[in-house]
């Protein structure tokens, strides 16, 4: 079946500049996440979704993000004024039951680049 | 704070050359711990969960086990189709749905 979208899968803008990341989970998966991961490193969580609400947003690092999901399924990750600190691999995930401990299963991310 | 450190950073294996990878961590009230396997360029792919001290999870080549503060990687007789990034994260009972992942184990398995 299909797994979780994720679009563009690359990304180039230049500082400043405002960017939009699309995920489209599993469908039937109610809890949607995303996380960051930079090079040589583990991603890191920046937030989750259980259903159409923002059940955890700790991660985010600053009010320059933002994230949606206005219909409970579809995501945007949206980031304002990039910093060349922003570029790193963007993952989306999605878990079919949300406050449990079932797996979550990873989009092939976008890669953004702040020049 | 939840914290995984993985070990080591990066290893390379001849063909059938078994080994295994390690996952420490520190968590406050252990849920679960996950393996990941990660190729160049894709997301990470679930492998297993682990949710208690003495449990066992095997796949293929791979089998997964769990003490109170570490977790293994076993690769019995890898072959070239094994070499990926391999993944630790686990998640506490005080961080909600977030996972805590590990730098990762980079494995190459060389023919």
């Known amino acids: 079946g299909a797994g979780v979208s994720q679009t563009p899968s690359n990304k180039v803008t230049e500082k400043g500049k405002y960017v939009e990341l699309r995920c489209d989970p599993i469908?039937?998966?109610?809890?949607l996440y995303w996380y960051r991961q930079s090079l040589g490193q583990g991603p890191e969580f920046l937030i989750y979704?259980?259903?159409?609400?923002?059940?955890?947003d700790s991660g985010l690092p600053n009010d320059r993000f933002f994230a949606v999901r206005p219909e409970g399924s579809v995501s945007t990750l949206k980031i304002q004024r990039t910093e060349r600190g922003d570029s790193a691999v963007y993952l989306c995930a999605s878990s079919l039951l949300a406050g449990d401990n079932s797996p979550l299963h990873f989009g092939n991310g976008t890669r953004l680049t702040v020049t | 704070e939840d914290q995984v450190t993985q070990s080591p950073e990066a290893l390379r294996l001849q063909e059938g050359e078994s080994s295994s990878l390690n996952c420490s961590y520190t968590?406050?009230?252990?849920?679960?711990l996950f393996w990941y396997r990660q190729d160049p360029g894709k997301g990470p792919e679930f492998l297993f969960t682990l949710y208690s001290a003495g449990e066992e999870k095997e796949k293929e080549r791979l089998k997964a086990t769990l003490t109170k503060k570490e977790s293994f990687l076993h690769i019995t007789a890898p072959k070239p189709e094994d070499s990926a990034t391999y993944l630790c994260a686990v998640q506490g009972s005080g961080s909600a749905r977030q996972l805590t992942f590990g730098s990762g184990t980079q494995l190459t398995v060389l023919p």
């Open positions: 979704f259980q259903g159409t609400g923002a059940a955890d």
């Open positions: 469908s039937g998966h109610t809890a």
């Open positions: 968590v406050s009230g252990l849920r679960g």
